[in-house]
């Protein structure tokens, strides 16, 4: 228990809470900001083409359960990128992903806010892109250095 009292959910999330009626309050500026979704055939091809593409993986931390990455991928879960994506080159095209591209998009979208020259997220995440038999690595311990360097180059 980390001393939280009264913490409700929401069941049926946000299209519920929309359903209701609910207020909510929408950033129409950053809701405009659009990324495209690269399918994994495609981001491979671009990979062998451009190999300077930064792929920067999001899951977060309990990704460690399964240690299963593209080869060469930045690590930084979600968690952390507001705080560290200073150490994101700007001079690279990113692709960013997750493990099924539910925060791949609002991270990539976070970064093109910042004027990151984002290219698009991974269609299916990681999951997709080994149900098409792609190039991946095992990397032992993703995020060892989470205290000192939260993601990992």
């Not at 992903?97 to 997220?121: E, R, Y």
Request: proline share 7%.
């Amino acid at each position: 228990m980390l001393g939280y009292k009264n913490v409700f959910c929401f069941q049926g999330g946000i299209p519920e809470w929309r359903a209701f009626n609910y207020p909510l309050t929408v950033n129409d500026e950053y809701a405009a900001i659009k990324v495209k979704k690269i399918s994994p055939q495609k981001l491979n091809a671009l990979l062998k083409k451009d190999p300077s593409i930064y792929v920067l993986d999001v899951r977060p931390i309990d990704c460690e359960s399964e240690n299963i990455f593209i080869k060469n991928v930045h690590i930084c879960p979600m968690v952390y990128l507001s705080y560290w994506h200073s150490n994101i080159p700007k001079d690279r095209k990113i692709v960013v992903t997750d493990k099924i591209n539910k925060k791949a998009i609002l991270a990539a979208k976070f970064l093109k806010n910042k004027g990151f020259n984002v290219i698009g997220a991974l269609k299916g995440g990681i999951a997709r892109w080994r149900a098409e038999n792609l190039p991946v690595e095992y990397i032992a311990e993703p995020l060892k250095h989470i205290s000192d360097n939260p993601c990992r180059d």
